[in-house]
Protein backbone atom coordinates (compact mmCIF):
# COMPACT_ATOMS: atom_id res chain seq x y z
CA UNK A 1 0.00 0.00 0.00
CA UNK A 2 1.64 3.12 -1.35
CA UNK A 3 -0.27 5.21 0.43
CA UNK A 4 0.86 8.89 0.32
CA UNK A 5 4.17 9.65 -1.95
CA UNK A 6 6.30 12.50 -2.00
CA UNK A 7 9.27 12.93 -4.30
CA UNK A 8 12.00 13.80 -3.93
CA UNK A 9 13.19 13.05 -0.68
CA UNK A 10 15.74 15.31 -0.21
CA UNK A 11 17.38 18.17 -1.77
CA UNK A 12 19.79 20.56 -2.16
CA UNK A 13 19.15 24.15 -3.49
CA UNK A 14 21.26 27.22 -3.76
CA UNK A 15 19.14 30.71 -3.10
CA UNK A 16 17.30 31.86 -6.06
CA UNK A 17 16.97 28.13 -8.08
CA UNK A 18 13.52 26.84 -8.79
CA UNK A 19 12.37 23.58 -8.05
CA UNK A 20 8.85 21.22 -7.45
CA UNK A 21 8.69 18.86 -4.86
CA UNK A 22 5.84 15.54 -6.07
CA UNK A 23 3.12 14.58 -4.85
CA UNK A 24 0.57 11.49 -5.22
CA UNK A 25 -1.97 9.48 -3.48
CA UNK A 26 -3.41 6.17 -4.21
CA UNK A 27 -6.31 6.30 -2.03
CA UNK A 28 -9.08 7.77 -3.90
CA UNK A 29 -8.98 11.46 -2.15
CA UNK A 30 -10.59 14.22 -2.84
CA UNK A 31 -8.70 16.43 -0.77
CA UNK A 32 -4.47 17.31 -0.47
CA UNK A 33 -2.48 19.37 1.38
CA UNK A 34 1.63 20.80 2.02
CA UNK A 35 2.69 21.33 4.92
CA UNK A 36 6.08 22.96 6.46
CA UNK A 37 7.84 21.43 9.42
CA UNK A 38 10.54 23.86 10.31
CA UNK A 39 13.18 22.50 13.35
CA UNK A 40 11.37 21.68 16.97
CA UNK A 41 7.92 23.47 15.30
CA UNK A 42 4.61 21.81 14.35
CA UNK A 43 3.06 21.65 10.98
CA UNK A 44 2.14 24.58 9.25
CA UNK A 45 -0.12 24.51 5.82
CA UNK A 46 0.97 26.16 3.07
CA UNK A 47 -1.36 25.50 0.62
CA UNK A 48 -4.48 22.79 0.10
CA UNK A 49 -6.49 21.55 -2.56
CA UNK A 50 -10.15 20.85 -1.36
CA UNK A 51 -11.13 18.98 -4.50
CA UNK A 52 -9.89 18.28 -7.90
CA UNK A 53 -9.67 21.79 -9.60
CA UNK A 54 -9.19 23.91 -6.99
CA UNK A 55 -6.53 25.25 -4.53
CA UNK A 56 -6.18 27.37 -1.64
CA UNK A 57 -3.64 29.08 0.58
CA UNK A 58 -2.72 28.25 4.12
CA UNK A 59 -1.52 29.83 6.82
CA UNK A 60 2.36 30.13 5.25
CA UNK A 61 1.76 30.35 1.17
CA UNK A 62 4.04 32.93 0.55
CA UNK A 63 7.25 32.00 -1.84
CA UNK A 64 4.80 28.78 -3.21
CA UNK A 65 2.82 27.97 -5.99
CA UNK A 66 0.71 24.96 -5.94
CA UNK A 67 -1.27 22.46 -8.66
CA UNK A 68 -3.88 19.86 -8.75
CA UNK A 69 -2.65 18.32 -11.66
CA UNK A 70 -5.33 15.52 -11.64
CA UNK A 71 -7.13 13.98 -8.77
CA UNK A 72 -3.73 12.08 -7.28
CA UNK A 73 -1.37 14.70 -7.78
CA UNK A 74 -0.67 18.12 -6.22
CA UNK A 75 2.94 19.64 -6.85
CA UNK A 76 4.36 22.71 -4.47
CA UNK A 77 6.92 24.73 -6.59
CA UNK A 78 9.25 27.06 -5.37
CA UNK A 79 9.77 29.49 -7.86
CA UNK A 80 13.26 31.54 -6.03
CA UNK A 81 14.07 29.42 -3.17
CA UNK A 82 15.39 31.19 -0.07
CA UNK A 83 17.34 30.13 2.98
CA UNK A 84 14.15 30.48 5.14
CA UNK A 85 12.02 27.87 2.78
CA UNK A 86 14.89 25.51 4.50
CA UNK A 87 12.50 22.28 6.02
CA UNK A 88 10.90 18.96 5.46
CA UNK A 89 7.72 19.53 3.49
CA UNK A 90 4.92 16.64 4.05
CA UNK A 91 2.25 16.36 1.62
CA UNK A 92 -1.04 14.87 2.92
CA UNK A 93 -4.43 13.69 1.86
CA UNK A 94 -7.67 12.72 3.30
CA UNK A 95 -11.15 11.90 1.41
CA UNK A 96 -12.19 15.55 2.44
CA UNK A 97 -15.25 14.71 4.32
CA UNK A 98 -15.39 16.53 7.61
CA UNK A 99 -13.44 14.41 9.97
CA UNK A 100 -12.07 12.14 7.70
CA UNK A 101 -8.39 11.39 9.06
CA UNK A 102 -5.77 13.03 6.67
CA UNK A 103 -3.11 10.82 5.91
CA UNK A 104 0.70 12.29 5.26
CA UNK A 105 3.86 11.36 3.34
CA UNK A 106 7.10 10.48 4.21
CA UNK A 107 8.50 14.07 4.07
CA UNK A 108 10.85 15.80 1.83
CA UNK A 109 13.46 17.67 3.54
CA UNK A 110 14.61 20.48 1.66
CA UNK A 111 17.86 22.58 2.60
CA UNK A 112 18.74 26.11 0.71
CA UNK A 113 22.19 27.14 0.95
CA UNK B 1 -8.48 31.55 14.20
CA UNK B 2 -7.55 28.81 16.08
CA UNK B 3 -4.50 27.73 18.29
CA UNK B 4 -3.25 24.77 19.55
CA UNK B 5 -0.79 24.84 22.49
CA UNK B 6 1.35 22.04 23.67
CA UNK B 7 2.81 23.24 27.00
CA UNK B 8 5.49 20.41 27.42
CA UNK B 9 8.04 20.65 24.88
CA UNK B 10 9.91 17.45 26.17
CA UNK B 11 8.98 14.63 29.05
CA UNK B 12 10.10 10.87 29.56
CA UNK B 13 8.92 7.78 31.13
CA UNK B 14 10.27 4.95 31.81
CA UNK B 15 8.86 1.83 30.24
CA UNK B 16 5.66 0.05 31.63
CA UNK B 17 4.33 3.60 33.43
CA UNK B 18 1.74 5.51 32.50
CA UNK B 19 2.39 9.27 31.02
CA UNK B 20 0.18 11.78 30.33
CA UNK B 21 0.62 14.58 27.23
CA UNK B 22 -0.90 17.88 27.59
CA UNK B 23 -3.16 19.53 25.06
CA UNK B 24 -5.03 22.91 24.87
CA UNK B 25 -6.61 24.87 22.32
CA UNK B 26 -8.62 27.81 21.59
CA UNK B 27 -11.65 28.11 19.42
CA UNK B 28 -15.10 29.81 19.16
CA UNK B 29 -16.58 26.64 16.99
CA UNK B 30 -18.86 24.08 19.20
CA UNK B 31 -17.84 21.58 16.72
CA UNK B 32 -14.61 19.93 15.44
CA UNK B 33 -11.94 17.21 15.83
CA UNK B 34 -9.27 16.85 18.01
CA UNK B 35 -6.14 14.29 17.31
CA UNK B 36 -3.23 12.86 18.57
CA UNK B 37 -0.40 12.48 16.02
CA UNK B 38 2.75 10.85 16.57
CA UNK B 39 5.87 11.24 14.89
CA UNK B 40 9.43 8.57 15.35
CA UNK B 41 12.97 9.76 14.01
CA UNK B 42 11.61 8.56 10.85
CA UNK B 43 9.44 11.98 10.28
CA UNK B 44 6.48 9.53 9.31
CA UNK B 45 3.22 10.99 10.58
CA UNK B 46 0.99 8.38 12.15
CA UNK B 47 -2.46 9.09 13.91
CA UNK B 48 -2.90 8.01 17.16
CA UNK B 49 -6.45 8.99 18.32
CA UNK B 50 -9.10 11.42 17.40
CA UNK B 51 -12.11 12.85 18.91
CA UNK B 52 -15.22 14.34 17.99
CA UNK B 53 -16.21 17.66 20.28
CA UNK B 54 -19.75 16.23 20.22
CA UNK B 55 -19.18 13.05 21.64
CA UNK B 56 -18.77 13.40 25.83
CA UNK B 57 -17.21 9.71 25.63
CA UNK B 58 -13.08 9.97 25.47
CA UNK B 59 -11.76 8.21 22.68
CA UNK B 60 -9.58 5.04 23.22
CA UNK B 61 -7.40 3.06 21.39
CA UNK B 62 -5.37 0.02 22.40
CA UNK B 63 -2.94 1.59 25.26
CA UNK B 64 -3.74 5.23 24.44
CA UNK B 65 -7.10 7.50 25.65
CA UNK B 66 -7.52 10.43 26.15
CA UNK B 67 -9.22 13.20 28.51
CA UNK B 68 -11.52 15.49 26.76
CA UNK B 69 -12.67 18.37 28.40
CA UNK B 70 -14.83 20.53 26.43
CA UNK B 71 -15.51 23.31 28.84
CA UNK B 72 -11.79 23.94 29.56
CA UNK B 73 -10.70 23.57 25.87
CA UNK B 74 -8.62 20.67 27.21
CA UNK B 75 -7.32 17.53 25.45
CA UNK B 76 -4.45 15.36 27.06
CA UNK B 77 -3.60 12.06 25.87
CA UNK B 78 -2.63 8.98 28.22
CA UNK B 79 -0.07 6.63 27.37
CA UNK B 80 -0.19 3.65 29.30
CA UNK B 81 2.23 0.65 29.68
CA UNK B 82 5.16 2.71 27.73
CA UNK B 83 6.63 0.84 25.64
CA UNK B 84 10.41 2.23 23.85
CA UNK B 85 8.67 2.49 20.41
CA UNK B 86 6.54 5.03 21.93
CA UNK B 87 9.41 7.44 22.01
CA UNK B 88 8.56 10.06 19.63
CA UNK B 89 7.41 13.62 19.03
CA UNK B 90 3.21 13.85 19.52
CA UNK B 91 1.50 16.49 18.23
CA UNK B 92 -1.81 17.86 19.29
CA UNK B 93 -3.96 18.96 16.69
CA UNK B 94 -7.08 20.52 15.97
CA UNK B 95 -9.76 20.37 12.82
CA UNK B 96 -13.02 23.29 12.34
CA UNK B 97 -15.29 22.46 9.86
CA UNK B 98 -14.73 24.36 7.13
CA UNK B 99 -16.65 25.09 3.32
CA UNK B 100 -13.71 25.01 1.46
CA UNK B 101 -11.93 22.11 2.61
CA UNK B 102 -10.79 20.21 6.52
CA UNK B 103 -7.48 21.25 7.27
CA UNK B 104 -5.15 20.63 10.81
CA UNK B 105 -4.02 22.56 12.94
CA UNK B 106 -1.04 21.67 15.18
CA UNK B 107 0.49 22.25 18.03
CA UNK B 108 4.57 22.53 18.24
CA UNK B 109 4.71 18.97 19.74
CA UNK B 110 5.85 17.54 22.72
CA UNK B 111 9.00 15.08 22.52
CA UNK B 112 8.34 12.10 24.70
CA UNK B 113 11.14 9.45 25.60
CA UNK B 114 10.38 6.13 26.86
CA UNK B 115 13.70 4.87 29.22
CA UNK B 116 14.36 1.09 29.38
Known amino acids: NAGVTQTPKFQVLKTGQSMTLQCAQD?????MYWYRQDPGMGLRLIYY???????DKGEVPNGYNVSRLNKREFSLRLESAAPSQTSVYFC????????????FGEGSWLTVV | AQTVTQSQPEMSVQEAETVTLSCTYD???????LFWYKQPPSRQMILVIR??????QNATENRFSVNFQKAAKSFSLKISDSQLGDTAMYFC?????????????FGGGTRLMVKP
Open chain 1, 92 to 103: ASSAGTYGNTIY
Open chain 2, 93 to 105: AFMKHGNAGNMLT
Open chain 2, 51 to 56: QEAYKQ
Open chain 2, 27 to 33: TSENNYY
Open chain 1, 27 to 31: MNHNS
Open chain 1, 49 to 55: SASEGTT
